[in-house]
């Protein structure tokens, strides 16, 4: 074996050390600084517009995108004892319309649903034996699939009381005796900075909190 290529191969053996040195190290910073997680959601607060009465809807022009304001006027139910006022309960965007104009409605029944796009939030899925590593405060860095390219600033707003498990229908009741122990999972609200109008509620995302 000549000189250069024993030269080669020690260079090329030195590279690949210091990239598996690197990546070792890379993966011990973020393991010990940050949790991620990429079971997360965008999520906001649904509000729901409905009929005051029974009767026939009447000026209703709302649309899928439009934007209203709390106590706005958006239709009117014709009834035997009069017009009564459709209002709006929250400020946001209408995502959802489910009834058409002069359509027959029922007294409480959904016309539209909104949400406040200026108010979005992450819900993300913690494991139990991490949760002591973080706390209310904590900053996060977001990543939504909507828009991919752009890294959010968020802040940890509240950590939920109860796994996930307990809102499940059938819930992690065993009666066979055999118990398996499963690591659970704690929901976390995260509040987001600046969300672009590509973020849209019901998104997938991924977080990393940091734990400095």
């Known amino acids: 074996m000549n000189k250069g290529r024993l030269i080669l191969i020690n260079v090329i053996g030195l590279v690949v050390i210091l990239a598996v040195v690197g ?8 393991s010990t600084n940050f949790i991620k997680t990429d ?3 965008v999520t906001g607060d649904l509000y729901t517009i409905v009929a005051p009465a029974s009767g026939k809807l009447t000026d209703w022009d709302l649309k899928e995108g439009d934007i209203v304001s709390k106590d706005d006027k958006v239709a009117k139910v014709a009834t035997v004892e009069g017009d009564q006022t459709v209002k709006t309960s929250a400020p946001g965007t209408v995502v959802k319309t489910q009834v058409l104009e002069d359509q ?3 007294a409480g029944q959904t016309l539209a649903q909104t949400i406040n796009m200026e108010e979005l939030s992450i819900t993300a899925n913690i494991e139990e034996n991490k949760l002591k590593n973080i706390e209310k405060g904590d900053s996060v860095d977001i990543i939504i699939d909507g828009d991919p390219d752009t890294v959010f600033e968020g802040t940890l707003e509240q950590i939920g009381y109860a796994t996930t498990s307990v809102f499940s229908v059938m819930g992690n009741q065993n009666s066979s005796g055999n118990y398996t122990k499963v690591t659970q999972k704690v929901p976390v609200t995260i509040s987001i900075k ?6 849209l509620p019901g998104m997938n995302a991924e977080v990393k909190i940091s734990t400095k």
């Open 23 to 30: 990546g070792g190290a890379f993966y011990y910073y973020e």
């Open 104 to 106: 027959l409605v029922q």
């Open 39 to 41: 079971e997360a959601k």
């Open 194 to 199: 600046a969300p672009s109008d590509k973020v």
